[in-house]
């Protein structure tokens, strides 16, 4: 049984002795018209190979397996391992991995479903209290990922569109932005979730195939920089990066000039291409 509706959740979830745990952030998704959103917008095809973190009752789980090459899923709570097998039980093309998302490397996770040639897409009704990093695990992965389509909380979401200058402009909107087109497909009410959570989402695509014409020369400098750089946002960008970075000021200061920005400057100013260009000075 594919569980979508309130109450088949509740039935499936009784038949099963399963609680949401709030802990983890267990919000099941019963509203059908969103997950068909959700479908729409992963495009799956014979091609697709799904990466899936927190599938949950495995409604979205077994909607994409349906037009997805594969689909596999990394699932922390073990005690949902009876209703995932019970509801994926016709999915021949599932795999679920029972594992902390964080805890794992995901190119070791899907080395044996990956093959030459497949489309390899994230998708995720992000726990809230852990989105930012699985979004940047799976940002700085290296993983050919060629969109991601996530569900999160409406203020993440907030931030993972917000332009430069903005109070919402920070470390999560330069890492998605960086990596590809980001946008604000729909919100979405409490209601849609059993049991209902204390906020509104949205489901946010960022579009990998459409990502600004930017490499940084070494990524993970580029991120290490974007990170101390609003380690403190009050600090100028000068300050900032000499304690985030554990660098003389001196030091800093040139390297900001050389990258044509104002060492005065603060981090929620600098753009894209800003942010590359110093990372690109602070490698060399």
């Given at each position: ?5 309130a109450?088949?959740?509740k039935?499936?979830?009784r038949?099963?002795?399963v609680i949401a745990?709030?802990?983890l952030?267990?919000n ?7 997950l068909d ?5 992963v495009q ?6 799904v ?5 949950g009752l495995?409604a979205?789980?077994?909607?994409l397996?349906a ?11 073990e005690?949902?391992?009876?209703v ?5 039980a016709p999915?021949?093309n599932?795999?679920?991995c029972y ?5 794992v ?8 479903d ?8 994230f ?7 852990v989105t930012?990093?699985?979004l940047?695990?799976v ?6 990922v ?5 569900m ?12 430069p200058g ?5 470390v999560?909107?330069?890492?998605v932005?960086?990596?590809?087109a ?17 906020v509104d989402?949205?489901v946010?695509?960022i579009?990998c195939e459409?990502?600004?014409?930017l ?13 101390a ?11 900032a ?9 001196e030091?800093?200061?040139d ?9 005065g400057?603060r981090?929620?100013?600098l ?9 690109d000075?602070?490698?060399?």
């Open positions: 049984m594919t569980a979508v509706s109450r088949e959740v039935e499936l979830l038949r099963h002795g745990k709030k802990g952030g267990q099941f998704l019963v509203d059908a018209r969103v959103g959700i479908v729409r917008a799956p095809d014979a091609r697709t190979v990466l899936e973190v927190g599938p495995g979205l789980t077994r909607a397996a037009q997805a090459k594969r689909v596999v899923a990394i699932e922390k709570d005690s949902l391992r009876p995932l097998e019970d509801v994926l999915c021949a599932v795999r679920v594992a902390d998302c964080l805890k490397r995901l190119e070791a996770v899907l080395a044996p990956l093959a030459p040639g497949d489309r390899l897409v998708a995720a009704n992000l726990p809230y209290y930012t990093p699985i940047f695990q940002l700085e992965s290296g993983l050919p060629s969109r991601a389509v996530v999160v909380q409406k203020e993440v979401a907030d931030r993972m569109v917000a332009p903005g109070k919402d402009y920070g999560l909107s330069v890492g932005q960086y990596r590809g980001v946008e604000r497909l729909f919100n979405v009410p409490p209601s849609a979730f059993l049991p209902q959570p204390g989402s949205a946010v695509l579009d459409k990502r600004p014409p490499r940084a020369a070494d990524e993970a400098t580029f991120f290490r920089v974007v990170r750089a609003f380690g403190t946002r009050r600090k100028t960008l000068e300050n990066l000499a304690a985030g970075l554990h660098m003389p000021k030091a800093v200061r390297k900001i000039v050389a990258a044509g920005i104002d060492p400057a981090a929620e100013r753009s894209i291409a800003e942010f590359v260009r110093l990372a000075e602070m490698a060399k």
